[in-house]
T-cell receptor
Framework: GENVEQHPSTLSVQEGDSAVIKCTYSDSASNYFPWYKQELGKGPQLIIDIRSNVGEKKDQRIAVTLNKTAKHFSLHITETQPEDSAVYFCAASGPSGAGSYQLTFGKGTKLSVIP | DGGITQSPKYLFRKEGQNVTLSCEQNLNHDAMYWYRQDPGQGLRLIYYSQIVNDFQKGDIAEGYSVSREKKESFPLTVTSAQKNPTAFYLC??????????????FGPGTRLTVL
């Protein structure tokens, strides 16, 4: 099955600096890569996603890059703000034995933005 | 106001008791999922269901059971056979067919503590 590794597990940045979180995946059949943000005591929310036919996608201060050859993808947050502080999860979607697609999640990165 | 609701938010159980966690969605989604989240861990799939009256085991189904009698509801029962049930449980849903790019929407979660 799919295995997703996420680094770093914790990340502290000064407000206004950039933050980068990296993930690798093992299954070359995976072709959808979402990123979720989870605030304390809440469920994860999708913030950006990328599909295998695209190398980069941006949405305001957030961008994701994908390198299918190397099987890794990254989340970039620019001009960080205190409200960006949360746990971020990457995931990869690949075919499961039941003919559907399942998300496999990384272990998460706790991002702290220091004012 | 569309979304996924989970109840209760906090749940306490004595060792040896079964307990049922509720998950309801009014998004008209066909697929529903249950994940377990432990501190410092990613989300691990317990069970998922693509249509009414059908469900499949995820990666950590042992000690859990589910039912899908209605499209809107996907309750999870944590049985006494689950050796380490204390965790944060997340329910999610998505449109069908389940394929890459179908965003999973998460509920707010239920924190289960075994006393």
């Amino acid at each position: 099955g799919e295995n997703v590794e996420q680094h770093p597990s914790t990340l502290s940045v000064q407000e206004g600096d950039s933050a980068v979180i990296k993930c690798t995946y093992s299954d070359s059949a995976s072709n959808y890569f979402p990123w979720y943000k989870q605030e304390l005591g809440k469920g994860p929310q999708l913030i950006i996603d990328i599909r295998s036919n695209v190398g980069e996608k941006k949405d305001q201060r957030i961008a994701v890059t994908l390198n299918k050859t190397a099987k890794h993808f990254s989340l970039h947050i620019t001009e960080t703000q205190p409200e960006d502080s949360a746990v971020y999860f990457c995931a990869a979607s690949g075919p499961s034995g039941a003919g559907s697609y399942q998300l496999t999640f990384g272990k998460g990165t706790k991002l702290s933005v220091i004012p | 106001d569309g979304g996924i609701t989970q109840s209760p938010k906090y749940l306490f159980r004595k060792e040896g008791q079964n307990v049922t966690l509720s998950c309801e969605q009014n998004l008209n989604h066909d697929a529903m999922y249950w994940y377990r989240q432990d501190p410092g861990q990613g989300l691990r799939l317990i069970y998922y269901s693509q249509i009414v009256n059908d469900f499949q085991k995820g990666d950590i189904a042992e000690g859990y059971s589910v039912s899908r009698e209605k499209k809107e509801s996907f309750p999870l029962t944590v049985t006494s056979a689950q050796k380490n049930p204390t965790a944060f449980y997340l329910c999610a849903s998505s449109m069908l067919p389940v394929r890459p790019g179908d965003e999973q929407f998460f509920g707010p979660g239920t924190r289960l503590t075994v006393l």
